[in-house]
T-cell receptor, first 114, second 116 residues
């Protein structure tokens, strides 16, 4: 079965510090991978998605960047965090199974920037 | 541009009763999927139910069912025999089947409270 891991689960960082959130997927190959941010318990905003190693598409201009060094690893980074980067970050993966596209989410990382 | 709208920010229902959450979407595509996700207080996103646009039959998963009206671009979720564990944020989502990136477009969510 497929599993998605995210770490850390929670993170408190000062403004101006760097950030690295990691997401790994097990039990599948060549998935599409996604980073979402959810602010204040409301809608999800797609930040980045990747259809393959080294391929990153950015959905919104921002202070963050993403990388995919391996097929099942997706990293969200920042060189200098802003207060507005606080939020709940969700990693997701999707593949086409039995002719249908399925998307599943990781457990999320709660980031607080002080 | 494709959009998903959930017009009910909050709803409440008594335990064991039935509740319907609304969702409308806008697209010029003909081939797509629709989803309802549940996000309980743990904040884990859980897929509740899925509907393929080419299927006329409404999807059903145990106590959860949808009313899919393709012409009206409406996709409501009905929860029967509501349970306390159904308390969560519910998100409606859309994906274009031909979208190579497989990007989901989400509504803003409906916060459902099931009261004992």
């Amino acid at each position: 079965s497929q599993t998605i891991h995210q770490w850390p689960a929670t993170l408190v960082q000062p403004v101006g510090s760097p950030l690295s959130l990691e997401c790994t997927v097990e039990g599948t190959s060549n998935p599409n991978l996604y980073w979402y941010r959810q602010a204040a318990g409301r809608g999800l905003q797609l930040l980045f998605y990747s259809v393959g190693i080294g391929q990153i598409s950015s959905e919104v201009p921002q202070n963050l960047s993403a990388s995919r060094p391996q097929d099942r690893q997706f990293i969200l980074s920042s060189k200098k965090l802003l207060l507005s980067d606080s939020g709940f970050y969700l990693c997701a993966w999707s593949v086409v199974l039995r002719g249908r596209r399925e998307q599943f989410f990781g457990p999320g990382t709660r980031l607080t920037v002080l | 541009a494709q959009t998903v709208t959930q017009s009910q920010p909050e709803m409440s229902v008594q335990e064991a009763e039935t509740v319907t959450l609304s969702c409308t979407y806008d697209t010029s595509e003909n081939n797509y999927y629709l989803f309802w996700y549940k996000q309980p207080p743990s904040r884990q996103m859980i897929l509740v139910i899925r509907q393929e646009a080419y299927k006329q039959q409404n999807a059903t998963e145990n106590r959860f069912s949808v009313n899919f009206q393709k012409a009206a671009k409406s996709f409501s979720l009905k929860i029967s025999d509501s349970q306390l564990g159904d308390t969560a944020m519910y998100f409606c989502a859309f994906i274009n089947r031909n979208n190579q990136g497989g990007k989901l477009i989400f509504g803003q969510g409906t916060e459902l409270s099931v009261k004992p």
